[in-house]
């Protein structure tokens, strides 16, 4: 079956790093595009960043910009999300998505059809 698993969330403090690991099982990255999205309490899940299976196209939201990067192993058929300069409001669960979309559309979570688990993120002192 399709089974995505995310890893590499934790407690960071504002200003530090985090890479978060997307792990992808009974498929290969050329099943679609691969999209990172967060999540806070109370909040809708928004989009961070999306990269291209078949080419290295990518997409950031605005608020990951210069700060995070979206990054693709083909051989370990995994996706990493390299986030810096962490922020207090970055703090949310981060989950990967496969879709059948476009970098053009891929920050939108409505196009992605398996997701992974999710990795909590806190960006605290």
């Known amino acids: 079956q399709l089974q995505l698993v995310e890893s590499g969330g934790g407690l960071v403090q504002p200003g530090g790093s985090l890479r978060l690991s997307c792990a992808a099982s009974?498929?290969?990255?050329?099943?679609?595009?691969i999209g990172w999205f967060r999540q806070a309490p109370g909040k809708e899940r928004e989009g961070v960043s999306c990269?291209?299976?078949?080419?290295?196209?990518?997409n950031y939201a605005d608020f990951a910009k210069g700060r995070f990067t979206i990054s693709r192993d083909n051989g370990k058929n995994t996706v990493y999300l390299q986030m810096n300069s962490l922020k207090p409001e970055d703090t949310a669960t981060y989950y990967c998505?496969?879709?059948?979309?476009?970098?053009?559309?891929?920050?939108?979570?409505?196009?992605?059809?398996?997701w992974g688990q999710g990795t909590l993120v806190t960006v605290s002192s």
């Open positions: 998505a496969v879709g059948a979309v476009g970098t053009g559309l891929c920050l939108s979570p409505r196009w992605f059809e398996v």
């Open positions: 009974g498929f290969t990255l050329d099943y679609g595009t």
């Open positions: 990269i291209s299976s078949l080419d290295v196209n990518t």
